[in-house]
């Protein structure tokens, strides 16, 4: 996540989902490639009736997963307005979503496995008093310091104290 703005009164994040975008074009690139070169060492192989539909189905599948992964995910929190507004753009809709500040029970940094250490995906999660947990971001492949540098970011932000990983 990057900070696009930060005062005393605002705090806004965005997240865009590089490693999923840059993974899906490499997999597209590279099975294309590949039909390609069989294709040319092997004509006889675009014969049979299936192999032409890999790489149609290959693009298809890309583009279902770049459907539901690369979202560009933005995050503001305003003490003005008392909210937190999240913000979900898609390539075919945009979702938007209100909540109190006085909602937020805390802001943590979440193992996404049944691992806790260093080499665990963790996502950072918002936990509303209602008990629904909050993503901020999906599908970041980013370093467990880095997530939670701006875990504690919106944490002093909101006035709670900093969280502490301990593995």
Known sequence: ???????????????R?????ITIGSWVLGISLLALLIYLQNPWLFYIWWMPLVPILNILLSLL??????QV???????????????????????????SLADIL?????????????NASYQIVVVLKSGKNLPLSFWEWSAVKKKLEVVNIIRKFLGLPPQRLTW
């Open 106 to 118: 805390d802001v943590q940094l979440k193992s996404m496995s049944w691992r806790h250490d260093q």
């Open 1 to 15: 996540m990057v900070i696009l703005e930060k005062t005393k009164t605002q705090l806004k994040l965005r997240h």
């Open 73 to 99: 995910v933005t995050c503001h929190f305003d003490k003005d307005y008392n909210s937190l507004t999240l913000k979900r753009h898609g390539w075919l809709k945009t979702k938007i979503i209100f909540h």
């Open 65 to 70: 997963i770049l459907l539901l992964a690369g």
């Open 17 to 21: 989902p590089y490693s999923v975008w």
